[in-house]
């Protein structure tokens, strides 16, 4: 069988100010500002990208910050918790750094043989720190984390569902994730070579509230394809096992599907190239304003009505 599904490749979520969204993510976690751009749909609010040194799938997280956002509310069909990979001797840098700027956390706790961190950003959105000994990415080198603490990439999501069957069934098949670990309710399923980026954690949570989306919640979790062919052919599976998945929309970065799991959550399926170097050097990710094409004419007004971004590692 054919490679259709590598891992993940990026998470979106909601946020309620740019600024803040930048402070927590580039100024705390350290992680590289890859690309300021717009929501496609609303020209007037950022979609801002983080990750690693180039914006390996499996690094890359991304904001549409709505301004005065309410907060959304975690629960049950709803993407609960984006977990990032550090190094396992790490732990203590960072249970100091969070406690340096005041960011709550509780932990460390232990869950398959992992210690990790949990947290919140500045908008609630869950966030878990995992110490490991297997991952070998690089991170991003900002100049005030040293390297050694950095994190990788990211290591799981959690899936938070009332019913867990149908959605395990689609992980594996079409999707081709395999079982790996199972602990309290919680089944752990890895794509393609396995290891940190490519867990799906799916929690089965029957006593749940019903999530609502706003500030702080995830609006839909991707999943990485080499090609433009290989996402056809997932597509393609996805419609024969009784999904709907959208047309292909070109994302200027990568192209996607979009498609709701049976628990309600919403997956993507993005193309690994052309990646973000397309439209900007590698050294100067994230430095201006990126637009697409048919936005060009009004770059003068799209400026003028969005905030200056300050994007510095504290």
Do not use: C
């Amino acid at each position: 069988m054919n490679t259709l599904i590598n891992g993940i490749h990026h998470v979106t979520a909601l946020a309620s100010d740019a600024q803040r969204n930048v402070d927590f993510y580039v100024g705390i976690l350290g992680l590289r500002m890859l690309k300021k751009t717009i929501n496609f749909d609303a020209p007037d609010v950022y979609h801002l990208y983080y990750g690693d040194e180039t914006g390996s799938p499996g690094s890359i997280l991304t904001f549409f910050p709505y301004e005065g956002l309410s907060r959304g509310r975690k629960g049950g069909g709803q993407l609960t918790y984006t977990a990032f990979s550090i190094p396992q001797a790490s732990l203590r840098y960072w249970m100091d750094r969070l406690t340096q700027f005041g960011i709550p956390y509780a932990g460390p706790y232990q869950r398959f043989d992992e210690s990790y961190l949990r947290l919140e950003d500045y908008d609630g959105m869950g966030v878990e720190l995992v110490a490991t000994t297997n991952d070998t990415r690089p991170g991003w080198d900002n100049g005030k984390i040293p390297l050694e603490y950095a994190v990788r990439g990211f290591h799981t999501v959690s899936l938070n569902e009332f019913s867990v069957d149908r959605t395990v069934a689609l992980l594996t098949n079409p999707m081709q994730h395999t079982l790996v670990a199972e602990e309290e309710g919680r089944y752990r399923f890895q794509a393609g070579a396995g290891g940190p980026g490519n867990y799906v954690d799916v929690v089965y949570s029957p006593k749940d509230v019903r999530a609502l989306q706003g500030a702080g919640s995830v609006h839909h979790v991707a999943f990485s394809t080499d090609t433009d062919e290989t996402q056809l052919a997932i597509r393609e599976e996805l419609l024969s096992t009784g999904y709907s998945p959208t047309e292909v929309l070109d994302r200027n970065y990568f192209h996607s599907i979009y498609y709701r799991e049976p628990g309600g959550i919403l997956f993507e399926i993005a193309t690994n190239p052309p990646g973000f170097a397309i439209d900007e050097p590698l050294e100067s990710l994230g430095t201006s304003l990126k637009l697409p094409e048919w936005y060009e004419p009004r770059r003068a007004k799209i400026e003028a009505e969005l905030p200056v971004l300050v994007a510095e590692a504290k």
